[in-house]
């Protein structure tokens, strides 16, 4: 008890420091492993279980949030499978120079061994990206799913490595895996019968680490890749989002057994110091080659370069390979102190580049070429609003009914905004005028051009939350007309109608709407 209390309090102490200095916690989750090893503190019993555990519910709540037909688009799957062959092959020369001197760990690893740490080098961190994008509130932007559909790329090609290499095959009986599909039907149906209670999370959990995890383990295929399936498969009922949502602290207290356990893995040397200062000078170059890569694509700048940005680090997944390689004898097992202070170096780069995102797209967009709007990425190009009057973000019931009456009773041109697709899609088969995007994600009020002539923004989404960011997003885009928000508590009422011109209450007009059907299905007619 005593040990867990003093690594609890050493993560609580450095997690502050970091805040305190505008880093993310997780840096100083971080230092303190690498400050307990040091110290001579044991590493907790089960730490690297409740490491896994976090890093299997990170990904089930990555599948529960994700389309999966984003996998197929070609700026994902191309730019992963490119930036995987070319960043390896970078790394792999890169390190054959270095070992031309002969120093330190490098005198003994032949060729093999040095593209098999080349290849762990190659991918980004899952924890890291999600944490990034959740924080940001860019986890659906464009720039965020292309990166998580990035990241899910690399761990199937992980996966497929780290089966090779163990030289065992998954059990035949991997291949009934597939029965999960039409299991999935019957598990979404039980999902939106839940309540909202403490069965819920229960619920999650027990999906991600029983069918997710330890089936997939079980048959030989990694637990975590199981978990992100699973969370996949669950993905198309409504309910997931609030089920991600009620995962999402056990999550982000399990992920801290996670960076504390990278500190554990061992305590570099001076050599392996510098070798790992070494290997995160590759890092620049490795997120340069993402927004190259993603530009090609007809990615716009802005785009390219802040999923450059985020995926620019070393992944957990290079502490798995390496530990692999070392396992069947392809590696020294020395790699794994390295490429662990590699990973370490790279977070803490990555947190301060993401902290300057915006510096580095406006650098961007003066010295690339202007792009040509017309060759852009259908889904990246800016969206001319100056035709409509009003705009209403969120076309749920309550936006449906705001931009009916808009039209039908005032005569408005009217732009309704849904972040789903599928949603989209069928309002503009109904006659609307909707365009995908979320109204949480800064990058689309990037897009969106000549705001300043529209007369009216309408936030109709359920969440106040939403609400909130879309208004402060208003207000960075000098949005000059009337803004009318909903809300569902008068706490929230209160803190909106501070930055808008009016709030309606979530439920103000229900009953008169409610009175006016009854008696018309009753048959009473208005008083004249």
Same mark, same amino acid.
């Given at each position: 008890?005593?040990?867990?209390?003093?690594?609890?309090?050493?993560?609580?102490?450095?997690?502050?420091?970091?805040?305190?200095?505008?880093?993310?916690?997780?840096?100083g989750?971080?230092?303190?492993?690498?400050?307990?090893?040091?110290?001579?503190v044991?590493?907790?019993?089960?730490?690297?279980?409740?490491?896994?555990?976090?890093?299997?519910?990170?990904?089930?709540?990555?599948?529960?949030?994700?389309?999966?037909?984003?996998?197929?688009?070609?700026?994902?799957?191309?730019?992963?499978?490119?930036?995987?062959?070319?960043?390896?092959?970078?790394?792999?020369?890169?390190?054959?120079?270095?070992?031309?001197v002969?120093?330190?760990?490098?005198?003994?690893?032949?060729?093999?061994? !040095? =593209?098999? /740490?080349? &290849?762990? @080098? #190659?991918?980004?961190? +899952?924890v *890291?990206?999600?944490?990034?994008?959740?924080?940001?509130?860019?986890?659906?932007?464009?720039?965020?799913?292309?990166?998580?559909?990035?990241?899910?790329?690399?761990?199937i090609?992980?996966?497929?490595?780290?089966?090779?290499?163990?030289?065992?095959?998954?059990s035949?009986?991997?291949?009934?895996?597939?029965?999960?599909?039409?299991?999935?039907l019957?598990?979404?149906?039980?999902?939106?019968r839940?309540?909202?209670?403490?069965?819920?999370?229960l619920?999650?959990?027990?999906?991600?680490?029983?069918?997710?995890?330890?089936?997939?383990?079980?048959?030989?295929?990694?637990?975590?890749?199981?978990?992100?399936?699973?969370?996949?498969?669950?993905?198309?009922?409504?309910?997931?989002?609030?089920?991600?949502?009620?995962?999402?602290?056990?999550k982000? !207290? =399990?992920? /801290?057994? &996670?960076? @504390? #356990?990278?500190?554990? +893995?061992? *305590?570099?040397?001076?050599?392996?110091?510098?070798?790992?200062?070494?290997?995160?000078?590759?890092?620049?170059?490795?997120?340069?080659?993402?927004?190259?890569?993603?530009?090609?694509?007809?990615?716009?700048?802005?785009?390219?370069?802040?999923?450059?940005?985020?995926?620019?680090?070393?992944s957990?997944?290079?502490?798995?390979?390496?530990?692999?390689?070392?396992?069947?004898?392809?590696?020294?097992?020395?790699?794994?102190?390295?490429?662990?202070?590699?990973?370490?170096?790279?977070?803490?780069?990555?947190?301060?580049?993401?902290?300057r995102t915006?510096?580095?797209?406006?650098?961007?967009?003066?010295?690339?070429?202007t792009?040509?709007?017309?060759?852009?990425?259908?889904?990246?190009?800016?969206?001319?609003?100056?035709?409509?009057?009003?705009?209403? =973000?969120?076309?749920?019931?309550?936006?449906?009914?705001?931009?009916?009456? *808009?039209?039908?009773?005032?005569?408005?041109?009217?732009?309704?905004?849904e972040?789903?697709?599928?949603r989209?899609?069928?309002?503009?088969?109904?006659g609307?005028?909707?365009?995908?995007?979320?109204?949480?994600?800064?990058?689309?009020?990037?897009?969106?051009?000549?705001?300043?002539?529209?007369?009216?923004?309408?936030?109709?989404?359920?969440?106040?939350?939403?609400?909130?960011?879309?208004?402060?997003?208003?207000?960075?885009?000098?949005?000059?007309?009337?803004?009318?928000?909903?809300?569902?508590?008068?706490?929230?009422?209160?803190?909106?109608?501070?930055?808008?011109?009016a709030v309606?209450?979530?439920?103000?007009?229900?009953?008169?709407?409610?009175?006016?059907?009854?008696?018309?299905?009753?048959?009473?007619?208005?008083?004249?």
């Amino acid at each position: 008890m005593t040990d867990l209390s003093l690594v609890l309090l050493a993560a609580l102490a450095a997690g502050l420091v970091c805040a305190v200095i505008r880093l993310p916690p997780l840096v100083g989750f971080l230092a303190a492993g690498f400050a307990l090893n040091a110290a001579g503190v044991d590493e907790l019993e089960g730490l690297e279980t409740l490491a896994d555990l976090g890093v299997a519910l990170l990904l089930f709540g990555i599948g529960l949030k994700l389309d999966i037909r984003i996998l197929g688009r070609r700026e994902v799957w191309l730019t992963s499978v490119a930036h995987l062959g070319a960043s390896t092959a970078l790394a792999w020369a890169y390190l054959g120079v270095i070992a031309l001197v002969g120093a330190g760990l490098l005198a003994d690893t032949d060729w093999r061994s !040095l =593209l098999v /740490v080349a &290849f762990a @080098l #190659s991918f980004s961190s +899952t924890v *890291l990206v999600v944490k990034a994008l959740e924080e940001s509130g860019s986890a659906q932007s464009r720039f965020g799913v292309t990166a998580l559909g990035i990241l899910i790329i690399q761990d199937i090609a992980a996966v497929i490595f780290l089966t090779a290499a163990k030289g065992s095959p998954p059990s035949p009986w991997a291949v009934l895996l597939i029965l999960l599909v039409p299991a999935a039907l019957v598990v979404r149906r039980v999902l939106a019968r839940i309540d909202h209670g403490e069965l819920l999370p229960l619920f999650g959990l027990a999906l991600a680490l029983g069918p997710g995890y330890a089936l997939f383990e079980a048959v030989g295929l990694k637990g975590d890749l199981g978990a992100l399936v699973i969370g996949l498969l669950l993905a198309p009922e409504p309910r997931s989002a609030e089920l991600a949502k009620t995962l999402f602290s056990v999550k982000e !207290l =399990l992920l /801290v057994g &996670f960076f @504390l #356990s990278i500190g554990f +893995t061992g *305590l570099p040397s001076g050599g392996d110091l510098a070798l790992a200062a070494l290997l995160v000078v590759l890092v620049p170059l490795k997120s340069w080659g993402f927004a190259l890569l993603l530009r090609l694509q007809g990615m716009r700048h802005r785009t390219s370069v802040k999923a450059a940005t985020v995926l620019g680090n070393y992944s957990e997944f290079a502490l798995i390979v390496a530990a692999v390689g070392a396992s069947s004898d392809l590696i020294d097992e020395q790699w794994l102190v390295v490429l662990a202070t590699s990973v370490a170096f790279s977070f803490l780069l990555s947190a301060l580049l993401n902290g300057r995102t915006e510096s580095l797209v406006t650098v961007a967009e003066k010295r690339w070429p202007t792009q040509d709007s017309d060759r852009l990425h259908p889904d990246d190009r800016p969206i001319d609003v100056a035709h409509a009057d009003a705009v209403v =973000l969120g076309m749920g019931r309550v936006g449906c009914a705001t931009y009916h009456q *808009l039209t039908t009773e005032y005569g408005l041109h009217v732009i309704g905004i849904e972040s789903g697709e599928d949603r989209a899609a069928e309002l503009r088969a109904e006659g609307m005028d909707v365009i995908v995007g979320d109204a949480m994600d800064p990058d689309l009020y990037h897009r969106l051009t000549r705001t300043n002539e529209i007369d009216l923004a309408v936030l109709a989404m359920p969440f106040h939350g939403a609400n909130l960011t879309a208004m402060r997003l208003l207000e960075g885009r000098d949005f000059a007309g009337t803004v009318v928000a909903v809300a569902q508590y008068d706490d929230e009422a209160t803190e909106m109608r501070t930055h808008v011109d009016a709030v309606l209450g979530l439920y103000d007009g229900t009953g008169t709407a409610l009175a006016d059907n009854a008696a018309e299905l009753a048959g009473f007619t208005r008083r004249e």
